[in-house]
């Protein structure tokens, strides 16, 4: 939930989603990536594990666990059967990685929740570019393990590069970090280090949509939860998410910071709108629907936000 900055308009009723039924999909966790050579989490392991999650929530048969529910993990990873019993997943995804120089070599697996047995296993030696198509190799090695049907159009979109720039993408992994860690501690100096880490980053490739979009879902929760200059800050989510949609209209979160940013200025059904179009494009996405029943909720339509909530209940 972004905030609870109280603007709330009936004058243009939005319009009626109903609910999907509870889903036959593939549910899994994506484990942190943990660092082997290193006492503490790094935070690449985290950001690039957040990066994968929201590379596979794209997929409408697939439903991944969001980021927060297994950060417990970063430190030590627990055995994957029990993890998949904890988070009510049928596969774990788990990653370890150790630096070398210029290359960092990660090994990967994907495990049955059930059995503990290993669906394929894989390891990637990643110098400095390799780094760029590496969450695509693992979106497509999930689909592939786990057998998902996927159309044309989400086979591309999970095979297509964020960026072509390196620098900007470790910026964008560092700041998917500092996302997670502000949803831990709801400080504002997370919010702070990432919007600099994103201003840089688009300001090496202009045509970085996910940076975009993660840029203004920073300043949406600077602007619902922070008081200095709020208007402002959701003038500026806005205004990257804008940014974000210009150059893919497909993005999820480009499309659920937009809904943010709207129903956080009053204007609900904009906002309602918005995140219809993010449900409808990524039915799993429970960032997504948790934004739909926020607005419901702040357009006094209590009805269809508890059928959101209880939708996202049935995902998570």
């Known amino acids: 939930v972004y905030g609870v900055r109280n603007y709330i308009s009936r004058t243009h009723p939005p319009e009626a989603v109903q609910t999907a039924p509870k889903p036959s999909v593939e549910t899994m966790a994506v484990l942190p990536f943990r660092d082997i050579s290193a006492a503490t989490s790094d935070s690449w392991g985290i950001g690039m594990t957040d990066a994968i999650i929201s590379r596979l929530t794209s997929l409408q048969n697939l439903a991944v666990r969001p980021t927060t529910s297994v950060l417990k993990d970063a430190k030590e990873a627990p055995e994957p059967v029990e993890a998949a019993k904890a988070l009510n997943v049928e596969s774990v ?3 370890t990685y150790q630096r070398s120089s210029d290359v960092i070599r990660v090994t990967v697996q994907l495990i049955d929740g059930q059995t503990g047995n290993t669906k394929w296993s894989q390891r990637y030696d990643l110098h400095s570019a390799d780094i760029l198509s590496f969450e695509d190799q693992i979106a497509t090695k999930v689909v592939e393990g786990l057998k998902i049907e996927i159309s044309p159009t989400e086979q591309k ?17 560092q700041a998917r970090f500092y996302l997670n860690e502000y949803l831990v501690s709801s400080q504002l100096e997370s919010i702070e280090k990432g919007k600099t880490l994103l201003a840089h980053a688009v300001s090496l490739d202009k045509n970085f949509a996910e940076a975009y979009a993660l840029l203004a879902e920073f300043y949406v929760f600077q602007g619902a939860n922070f008081l200095d200059d709020a208007a402002g800050n959701l003038k500026h989510a806005e205004a990257a998410a804008q940014s974000a949609l210009k150059i893919n209209p497909h993005s999820v979160q480009g499309l659920t910071a937009l809904g943010g940013a709207y129903t956080e200025q009053g204007r609900v059904g ?5 995140v219809r179009q993010a449900v409808a494009l990524a039915p799993n996405d429970e960032n997504a629907w948790q934004n739909l029943g926020y607005s419901y909720y702040y357009a006094g339509l209590n009805e ?3 059928k959101a909530y209880r939708h996202l209940i049935e995902l998570n």
């Open 157 to 173: 979109s999970i095979q297509q590069l964020a960026t072509t720039n390196v620098d900007a993408y470790n910026d964008y992994l």
């Open 93 to 95: 995804l788990e990653g």
């Open 304 to 306: 269809l936000s508890e």
């Open 270 to 274: 904009e906002g309602i709108r918005a």
